[in-house]
């Protein structure tokens, strides 16, 4: 914990894949959110990205995803069967 915290003296966010394992050992505040439609021959679905920041401060993951959200329009694509 006082490493992270020492991070994030440093730093406002840390951009993450999949791994979820700061914020179990450490309590920041992480947030999974959908950024890119993937397509596939029978569905779309999306991709998700991580986002954690720092201890108390989750007003910020909150504002920064959904910024991205914004921007990457995904309610234009939402998730489901094509039609054949």
Sequence with gaps: M???AEVFTKVDLYVG???LGICNLTGHP???FPTVMSESKTHSQPTCSTLTGQLYD???LLTVAELVELQANLDANRPGIKNA
């Design 17 to 19: 894949g999949d791994d």
């Design 30 to 32: 992480t947030i999974v």
């Design 58 to 60: 989750e007003a910020t």
């Design 2 to 4: 006082e490493a992270m």
